[in-house]
């Protein structure tokens, strides 16, 4: 076997390697016996060539050395780092005893039959063919790299040894190329697509345009109809009166709809219209009024705001049910007594609330349930509709007050004792800067242990209640004397209900009394009251007032 680098830990080679025949050296073949260079120190294994260009990159393994290889053509190239070595002093990479190649792996060569195969790194290379004289083993699949790296430029002058180019590749290119182009010589150019698009917007938008421009002309006749001049009568009426009612929270165009509809006016828009413009058309209130068919919608506003078109039933503070029975009767047109028997009869379906119910000893369970206020009351209406309409004012006004609530914080048992006190206050009251005193001189007698009255109210208004009258001059003597629960001379502590129905500022002068001592108050000219807080000076306000109408 001809040998070549043969020394110490070398391996030996086969001159019928692919990777070292002829084509390996550029035609070049070795001898037998020459001696290696390296004096039998391990030689590495040079990288392969690609494209017939060698690298000249420095490589792992060599300490620092840079090698210079031979070109792909046969000649010889040197490093000039290295002057004087020979080729054959480079053929040969060595393989030292264990079979370990010192270079960076062999990358992919088209002439490799083993190039397709991965490459381990760092690792030693095993004897694949288990004997010591055995060539050296291709290139196992793990020491391969998955892509060769990429080939430095080639310097100046260099020249690239590339296969023969038979022009077969420029003809099939050239070929390609005017296939494109007589497929594309039938085509429109993309801005076509960008023109349709641009129409087709432009179409949109004056579609859209056109429909915004309906869409106005429409919007404006249905403002003309809606907002513009409104039909409307001339004068005020023609005479013939009609009634008309108006509910409460109702709004402009509510009520001008109820009047167009009674015959009043021609349109609801022309009675909106009129009621903007009038200064004083925010102060229209519910209720019933009188009013003439075919009146101009301003006549009709000012007619409205005048007291002398309302007819609406009023219940003042302080009336007794009673009195507001009689009301009822006359607006309604029944029989003189028709409200009072209904209230008798029915008082348990007209919507009481539970702690205004089942207490003994009652005159009118009804009695402080007929609030005073303005209620729309027309012939035709039914007497128990409008005490229920009454109560259920009643009912909201003492719950937003909070009756039910501050009872117990005055020394009540309950609302309805509340209710009793604050029907005290207005009918003993002569005016609203007394209700507070009023409410305090209450409390104060109530309790069963003051000095002045120990517990007795001893008021004439719960007298005149039981007697259905309102006399103010009585005797202490004839008051002690009847006996009946209403009857605050003859009984301890509150009546068995109220005496009337209190209006707001009673209520509240109840809820909120005064805290300065009052026991005794007397009215000196039926319009203002004086209190005190001893028997001693409200006798003398007593001499004298008597004293003051003996002169009279």
Known sequence: MTEYGRGPGSEPWHPEDPLYGDGGWGGQQTHAGRQSPYDGQPQHYP?????????????????GQQHAYPDGSGGQQYDQRFPGQTQQQFQQGGWDATGTHGQVPYAADPGDPYGQQPVAYGGEQPDFYGTEDAYPPPEPPGRRRPEPEPEPEAAAGEEHLLPADDGEEDDEEHELQGRRERRGKGKKPVKSKKRRTGCACMVVVLVFGGGLAGVGYFGYQFYQNRFGAAPDFAGDGNGEQVTVEIPKGAGGWEIGQKLKDAGVVESAAA????????????????????????????SAVELMLSPKSRSNLIVAEGLRNTA??????????????????????EYKHLGLPAWATNHPNLKDPLEGFLYPSSYAVTKGQKPAAVLRKMVAQSTAEFKALGLENKAQELGLESPWQLLTVASLVQAEGTSHDDFRKMAEVVYNRLKVDNPQTYGRLEFDSTYNYVKNQSKLDLSIAELRRYGNPYNTYFSKGLPPGPIDNPGEEALRGALEPTHDGWYYFISMDGKTSKFTKTLADHEKLVNEWNAARNKN
Do not use: C
Request: hydrophobic share 30%; aromatic share 8%; charged share 20%.
């Open 47 to 63: 990288q392969t060539p690609q494209h017939g260009d060698w690298s000249q990159e420095q490589q792992p393994g060599y300490e």
């Open 271 to 298: 009675f909106v219209s009129a009621l903007q413009a009038n200064p004083d058309g925010k102060s229209l209130q519910d209720g019933v009024y009188t009013l003439e068919k075919q009146m101009s919608a301003a």
């Open 324 to 345: 507001v029975y009689a009301l009822v009767d006359k607006r309604l047109g029944v029989k003189p007594g028709t409200t009072a028997r209904v209230a008798k009869k």
